[in-house]
């Protein structure tokens, strides 16, 4: 069982950069791969980014390739999303989630999910 709590989100200007971070409780956490998703108004929670258990292999989606970076701290049990030149399209509620093996892209086969964060990028 793990439980995520994203914190970080907030309203910034348009090329700002924000700093994500996702707890998690459980004394497996290290076992679990863990995924970035987003959701914004109106459209379906897709995919931003994923970090194996390990933290050795990292994955975006190609609209915040090159502009956020995943990392995890397992001694911490947190993982970050480090997102640079943020742009509107980037507004949305930012949720972790966790999974055993390793990332996919897919929402459904992630077990554990986060409240979420709000992201709001102003032009």
């Known amino acids: 069982q793990v439980q995520l709590v994203e914190s970080g989100g907030g309203l910034v200007q348009a090329g700002a950069s924000l700093r994500l971070s996702c707890a998690a409780s459980?004394?497996?956490?290290?076992?679990?791969?863990v995924g970035w998703f987003r959701q914004a108004p109106g459209k379906e929670r897709e995919f931003v980014s994923g970090?194996?258990?390990?933290?050795?292999?990292?994955y975006y989606a190609d609209s915040v390739k090159g502009r956020f970076t995943i990392s995890r701290d397992n001694a911490k049990a947190m993982v970050y999303l480090q997102m640079n030149t943020l742009k509107r399209e980037d507004t949305a509620v930012y949720y972790c989630a966790a999974k055993h093996w390793g990332v996919t892209r897919t929402t459904d086969d992630y077990d554990y999910w986060g409240q979420g964060t709000q992201v709001t990028v102003s032009s």
């Open positions: 459980g004394r497996t956490f290290n076992t679990y791969a």
């Open positions: 970090i194996t258990f390990s933290g050795i292999n990292t």
